[in-house]
């Protein structure tokens, strides 16, 4: 049977007697014009698809010819024998399977990454193990994954794990990331997570502890486990994120300068900040001997004081969720409700929104803002008691509506 008539056969026909659908040029209202081809998977056995963008080819002047010349050059290519695989990757990459080349993003990319982003990026990469062997397909070739797939392993994430919004975007965006990784090293001709849209997401809600849940908990810290109120000192009153403080070491804390220096690799936002020790603060880390300690030692070491071992990573909130428990409050109030709690505390007590942003490492003071409707739920009193009257004197008394 002649190509040509193959060609105009169905998908199903073109790709059992050709390896091969024709190339098409094509069009979305979204995104524009491409290229759209399959090939057969020689080691799976499957349809590959291709898309190639043209959008910047069409738009010059002569550009809609110029595509179909393009559209025509690969179907000739195709016609000849060759393969996306043969331009877009090299023989190392046309081999990699999906697993290997998870590992090889975990071993090179995934580790350069700041503080704690490896420890959930890793976590993330293994759930796709996860699925991959659950779908028998560890085994396929890296330039396998397609839309498809990427599809179904979202679903996935959905339906069989049930996560949230916020943990679906992480995940689409970890793994737009990744591919896009794989794109850049020729190891997939495509990223398939990339036109996949963000869900939205429920606004972040904030919870705060009272005066008498403050109360209630320092004098269980003390009784209990007196250790703890060094590492919930620093939360509240440096407003030291969990994560940050367990990266810090004694020569860190400067008690004569009253500051904490956090460098810009052991910050959330990637920038350093010196954050601010309260003179009560201070006190209590003299009593303490805090100024008698190794420099560097950690500053929250495993047993909550000092030492040369490093805290683990959710040891701080296994201590915490002992006390809640202990005091019977609801699982709202997280270890992370210490340093919101902190924030709402500065407002309260006056201090400029600007030293209060750059206490927390906020990046814009829209963040900090938040804060105020928590920090005065019934309005600053000094606008009730200090606002002029209208009349700029003292107030009239209205006559009732109805007498």
């Known amino acids: 049977m002649h190509p040509e008539r193959l060609q105009r056969m169905g998908r199903t026909g073109a790709m059992r007697w050709l390896g ?57 290519d195709l ?48 759930v796709l193990r996860i699925w991959l062997k659950a779908q028998h397909m560890m085994s396929m070739p890296v330039m396998g994954f397609d839309r498809s797939m990427a599809s179904r392993f979202l679903t996935y994430l959905s339906d069989s794990r049930k996560v949230g919004n916020t943990t679906y975007n992480n ?112 006190l209590e880390l003299q009593r303490m001997g805090l100024q008698h300690m190794p420099e560097k030692a950690w500053l929250v070491g495993s047993s909550l004081a000092p030492s040369d071992k490093q805290i683990g990573r959710n040891t701080l909130n296994r201590h915490w969720v002992q006390m809640r428990t202990a005091l019977g409050w609801n699982n709202d109030k997280q270890l992370y409700s210490l340093r919101d709690t902190g ?18 490492g906020h990046t814009d003071i829209s963040t900090t803002n938040k804060y105020l409707k928590h920090a005065f739920p019934k309005g600053p009193a000094e606008i009730r008691v200090k606002a002029t009257p209208m009349q700029a004197s003292s107030p009239l008394v209205a006559k009732p509506f109805f007498e």
Request: proline share 6%.
């Open 20 to 76: 091969y659908v024709a190339p098409e040029l094509k069009r979305t209202k979204k995104s524009g014009w491409y290229i759209d081809f399959y090939v057969m998977n020689p080691v799976t056995g499957k349809p590959m698809r291709y898309q190639q963008w043209v959008n910047r080819i069409v738009k010059k002047p002569g550009g809609m010819l110029e595509a179909r010349r393009l559209v025509a050059t690969i179907a000739d």
């Open 79 to 126: 016609r000849n024998g060759w393969r996306p695989w043969h331009d877009h990757t090299n023989v190392v990459a046309a081999r990699m399977t999906i697993m290997q080349a998870i590992d090889k993003w975990d071993e090179t990319k995934a580790r350069q990454l700041r503080h704690s982003s490896p420890y959930s990026y890793l976590s993330m990469s293994n």
């Open 171 to 282: 995940y689409l965006q970890y793994f737009k990331m990744m591919f896009a990784w794989y794109a850049e090293r020729e190891y997939s001709p495509q990223n398939p997570f990339e036109r996949f849209e963000k869900r939205r997401e429920a606004a972040k809600t904030r919870t705060y502890l009272t005066d008498e849940e403050r109360v209630e908990m320092t004098r269980w810290i003390m009784k209990n486990n007196p250790f703890f109120w060094l590492p919930c000192m620093f939360i509240y009153g440096t407003l030291i994120r969990p994560g940050e403080l367990r990266r810090l070491r004694v020569h860190h804390v400067d008690l004569k300068r009253q500051v904490v220096f956090l460098p810009a690799e052991y910050t959330k936002s990637g920038n350093e900040r010196m954050s601010t020790i309260p003179d009560w603060m201070v």
């Open 343 to 360: 924030i709402i505390q500065l407002i309260r007590d006056g201090v400029d929104l600007l030293h209060v942003r750059d206490q927390a």
